[in-house]
């Protein structure tokens, strides 16, 4: 073999060892670099815990806790002490789902683009939205007073052709025997662009309207479930025809958010008042909600309000006052809904889960990364069934950790060192034999050079 052919095959070889080492030290190293090493849990500063207790059919993935009034109270008002532990004694990211509203969405104006009154007949007009929202409600702003109109709804998406929405709302302004203001007209959800409000005056002077405003419907979230409750008092108080109920929401309950009655009689307007507190005996009541029920009647048309909705309360005991002119209101029955916030994590079925709370001096941990199209809605549906343990302290000693016997171990942080070391020395022995190389191809240049310039 000839100096030169010996010369090009070391070239070749040393190329083809220099892009093994480089190629195998990339996906060795940059694998290992990076794979975040998961936190581990140090116990310390935590007063509780609790046993999460999944049933055997709930799938692995993305699940939820629902988080009672018993354990909000005693985690911090940010919720920043709450973590999920795993088996594997290592802090599991979290998602903790916002706290429902008591109020709905609040409204916003419409463009009134045509009107038309009859005298003695209707006054009619046309609303654009701006685009196809989605809406709940209308209400209309008006300077006008003491009245009571049947309204008609009707939509459309070209302002020419139009369809039923509603043909049985009512809105008033009543000052006797109590006084009433309920501009707001409540229809079937609908995206129309446009719509027609027909204000029936029926020889009445027409409504000065000077707006309309028109209420969002379902943008938010709101996890709420029905909350089981006792009825501690029920009376009428005779002297001022007022009715009172008292309820005792128990000791495993969630932050209750409204109160709604029944009763059959036909027609009134009265003030509520609702109070709250969280034990019995001597403490005082707090007002958590002041405002009004009512059930009003025109012709065939009925409007009521019989729902008082307020910021979530964690207290276990309510107490609802109904008072105002007229006979008392017979409540037939009584119906409270919680808000629920949900600890939202991924559930590995071979991981067993635990629940810390209760830490002052605790950082905020790092939020968990989901997918925005997550349902929470379904997630909640799917974990209604997860519950939590009774609640236990803390001990001072590290708990005892089981790793899982299906996952492999996860890298160390040493592992993690040695990773980008190596990495670093590869990149050093590839440029070293990067420049032997280029020596070695000039050296053979100038031979080669000096053998086809000889004279035979």
Known sequence: MSKGLLFNTLVRRDALISRFILISLFLFGGAVAATAAPTEFDPNGWKVFREIHVPGQVQEGAVGIALQSEILERCRPDLADVRVVSSSGTVVPILLTETPKGEE?????????????????????????????????????????DFMRKVEIRGSDNA?????????????????PASLHSLDIEHPLNNFQYLQLRI??????????????????GSNLNLTRPQEMRVTEKRIIRSNNSTVIGMDLGEKRFPVNSVRISTATKQ???????????????????????????????????????????????????KLEISGPG??????????????????????????????????????SEPGQFSASMNLGQVSASSSEISFGAEQQVPELPIARQAPHSEAAKPSMMRKIVGVA??????????????????????????????FGTRL
């Open 200 to 217: 029936l005056d029926e020889d009445q002077p027409p409504l000065k309207i000077e707006g309309v405003l028109c209420c969002p419907g």
């Open 268 to 318: 009134f307007v009265k003030e509520v008042r609702v109070l709250a507190r969280t034990s019995e005996g001597n403490e005082p009541w707090q007002e958590v909600y002041d405002g009004s029920f009512f059930r009003i009647r025109k012709d065939d048309a009925v409007k009521q309000r019989l729902q008082a909705r307020f910021k979530p309360q964690s207290s276990r005991y309510l």
């Open 422 to 451: 190596m990495l670093l020395v590869g990149l050093l022995i590839l440029f070293a034999i990067m420049l032997r190389a280029r020596s070695q191809r000039k050296v053979g240049t100038r031979r080669n050079s000096r053998v």
């Open 160 to 176: 020419r052709d139009t369809y039923v929405i509603l043909m049985d709302g009512l809105i008033a302004d009543v000052l006797k």
């Open 327 to 364: 006979p008392a209101v017979s409540v037939d029955e009584i119906k409270a809904a919680a808000s629920v916030r949900m600890a939202v994590f991924e559930y590995r079925k071979n991981m067993a889960y635990r629940f810390y709370y209760d830490n002052p001096q605790a950082k905020p």
């Open 105 to 145: 969405t609040s409204p916003f104006p419409a463009r009134i683009f045509r009107a038309a009154k009859r005298p003695g007949k209707f006054t009619e007009i046309w609303i654009d939205k701006g685009s196809k929202l989605l809406t709940r409600a209308i209400e209309v702003q008006t300077s006008s007073t």
